[in-house]
């Protein structure tokens, strides 16, 4: 069973800056297309970052974090980094880490980010 765990998030003021990692048992992750979501209370979840399997390695953002997020993963600790920059209040939310593998989709528990003003 494919298991991913997030951890990062937390409290912090509008402008810092915080580095959410996912890694997960029992599988390369950089085999797999991995992707950061996020859902606020509220709304729906949203696709933030796309990181494409090392075959491609090709990066998607979502239009409201271009410049400010960048998605990266680490071969030897087998994880995922998404780096969050500049940091605004609607970046709050919970962040979930999704691996797709097999035409299945896999979903972490959630780390929670928040941002004050």
């Known amino acids: 069973q494919v298991q991913p765990v997030e951890s990062g998030g937390g409290l912090v003021q509008a402008g810092a800056s915080l580095r959410l990692s996912c890694t997960a048992s029992?599988?390369?992750?950089?085999?797999?297309?991995v992707s950061w979501y996020r859902q606020a209370p509220g709304k729906q979840r949203e696709l933030v970052a796309t990181?494409?399997?090392?075959?491609?390695?090709?990066?998607n953002f979502a239009d409201s974090v271009k410049g400010r997020f960048t998605i990266s993963r680490d071969i030897l600790k087998n994880t995922v980094y998404l780096q969050m920059n500049n940091l605004k209040p609607d970046d709050t939310a919970v962040y979930y880490c999704?691996?797709?593998?097999?035409?299945?989709?896999?979903w972490g528990q959630g780390t929670q980010v928040t941002v004050s003003s």
């Open positions: 029992g599988i390369r992750l950089f085999l797999n297309t």
């Open positions: 990181i494409a399997d090392s075959s491609i390695t090709t990066t």
């Open positions: 999704n691996i797709f593998q097999g035409g299945e989709n896999y």
